[in-house]
Each structure stands twice: as C-alpha cells, then as structure tokens.
C-alpha cells in the first residue's frame, strides 16, 4: 500500500523482544470485549506479547488532516481491552488510518512480524463476490501469519468442542486451541468425521489418527463418524449438540472461492455456534509438547 493508505496515528509500543506475535484486530468495543477472553488463554499458553489494533477507515473524500475524529471510539476499545490485558501480559496497542481496512491490517501483520493474528466476524452473508466479507476473506487467504476468527463468542464455559476432522493442515492447530479450553472448562473434544464416499473411516481408525497428531489427554477425546452424503449437512446437524466448533478455512484462492462455496465456510456461516475459523501458516509449535 502506499503512504497516503495507511497512516500510524497512534502507537505504544513496548520493548522488542523474541515472544510469540499475537494481533488482536478491534473493530468495535463489543466485538474487542468479546475477543479478551480467548486471547488471554492463547496468550498465556504461548507466553505471548499482544498488540492491540484498530484500523480508521477514512473515506477518499475526507482529508488526512481529519481523520483523527474518526478514531475516538476505536481508542476507547483498545482502553477497554487494555484494562484485561496489562497486568498480565507486555501489551502494545496501535490506532492507523487506513483507506482500505484489509490492506491496512495486512500490513500491520506484516510490519509487526505477527505470529497469530485475532480478529472478530458478525456472521452476516458475503458481501458479493466474497464468502465471509472482503476483510475476513483476505486475511484467510494471504496473511502470512495464523489466523483465528472469533464467530458469536461469549464468556460462559465451552463445555463440549466439535473439531470436524478432514486430515488437513489445520488439524493441529485446531486440537491444540481446544486443548485450551478443554483444559480450563474440563471439556470433552469431539473430533468428527463424514463418511459420504469409500474408504469409509472408522471411530477407532479416525481416534488412532487423532492420538498421533496431539499430545492432549486422550480421555477428553471422542471419536464419532457418521454415514451422510452432505458433509455439510452432518456437520452443522453435529454442531447443535457442541458449545464450540473449530473450523479449519479452505485453502481455495478467493477468485476459486468466489465461484464454488466451499464446506467450511458455508458452515460457517449456516451455524449459530461459537464457532473459531482457523487458518495455519505452518508456523504453530503446539504448546502441549513441552508436557510429554
């Protein structure tokens, strides 16, 4: 982006330092409230340094020289999310200007070396030509860092965790973040497959699977497949009787995705569960790891 895009109004930084990246993207005080939670768990796994970011979107037609008054209720979330923050972990919190709000925080990811990247999703339909908004849609596709997207999160106990199990590159991330709250909530994982073609897999193939990818306390652990010919179908069937799904993005270019829906994200948006859409760089050490 060029200089006259993308504009620093306001930045606290702390020290450099080598811990772990995590931008936290604040687009309004409740979505930033409703994002502490998960974060403050994620971070204190990782031992994680948090930056906190808003992104002003001035239109073209207002000056530079005005766009601070369009960041007063972005400074007053990152406040707020501050005060959750700042006893515990280091905290940086930055306020830009921005004309375009997705080439702004992907340049904040960029700039800031980000390992994991947390942003917030209303959970309305596409905008046209886009599966899950022009924003959260960009950020799957090319931020180079992890990606967490917090849909209908609150602050009760997830008490049951649904992981739809499609083998992929995501699955580690995705147990390692339920390991998370199954650790503080006591919860049960269940880890779900859709047999809707041949070879058909079986609970106690799909559980050895799982064992070899985690190091999470396998009694938390359910395996269940069910027989379907819509994965979709079974899927958000399943999720009704979960307090949280965890669902790995497609990797499908967005020109792809713009012509053919894929299974996550139209998931994503038919449920009504808290539900975290997750994407990995490949750049995930799980935590669990240091306890074997």
């Known amino acids: 982006p060029s200089a006259d895009e993308i504009q620093v109004l306001e930045e606290n930084d702390a020290p450099e330092s080598d811990h ?152 580690d991330f995705a147990l390692d973040l339920a390991g998370i709250f199954a650790e503080r909530d006591d919860s049960e994982i269940t880890v779900f497959a859709v047999n809707n073609s041949n070879p058909a897999i079986t609970p106690g193939e799909l559980l050895e699977a799982v064992k070899s990818r985690t190091t999470i306390d396998t009694s938390r652990i359910r395996a269940k497949c069910a027989d379907n010919p819509s994965v979709t179908d079974a899927i958000i069937k399943e999720s009704n009787e979960h307090d949280l799904m965890i669902l790995g993005s497609t990797r499908d270019p967005l020109l792809y995705q713009a012509a053919r829906d894929s299974i996550s994200h139209t998931i994503a948006c038919q449920s009504d569960k808290p539900t975290m859409i997750i994407k990995t760089s490949g750049k995930w050490t799980s935590w669990f790891k240091r306890w074997i």
């Not at 830009?96 to 070396?113: F, H, M, P, W």
């Open 20 to 171: 772990y990246r995590i931008v936290v993207s604040v687009a309004n005080l409740d979505n930033a409230l409703k994002m502490v939670r998960t974060t403050y768990l994620i971070s204190e796994a990782k031992n994680a340094r948090v930056k906190l970011l808003h992104m002003v979107p001035v239109p073209e037609q207002v000056s530079l020289s005005d766009a601070e008054k369009f960041a007063v209720e972005g400074r007053e979330g990152i406040m707020e999310t501050m005060m959750y923050f700042v006893m515990q972990f280091p905290i940086d919190t930055t306020i830009r200007y921005c004309r375009n709000i997705a080439r702004g925080i992907l340049s904040a990811v960029k700039e800031q070396k980000t390992d994991l990247l947390i942003m917030g999703w209303h959970g309305k339909p596409r905008n046209q030509g886009f599966r899950l908004g022009s924003i959260v849609d960009t950020m799957l596709e090319r931020s180079p860092s992890n990606v967490v997207v917090l849909k209908n999160f609150h602050n009760n106990p997830f008490k049951r965790i649904l992981i739809p199990w499609g083998g992929g590159p995501h699955v």
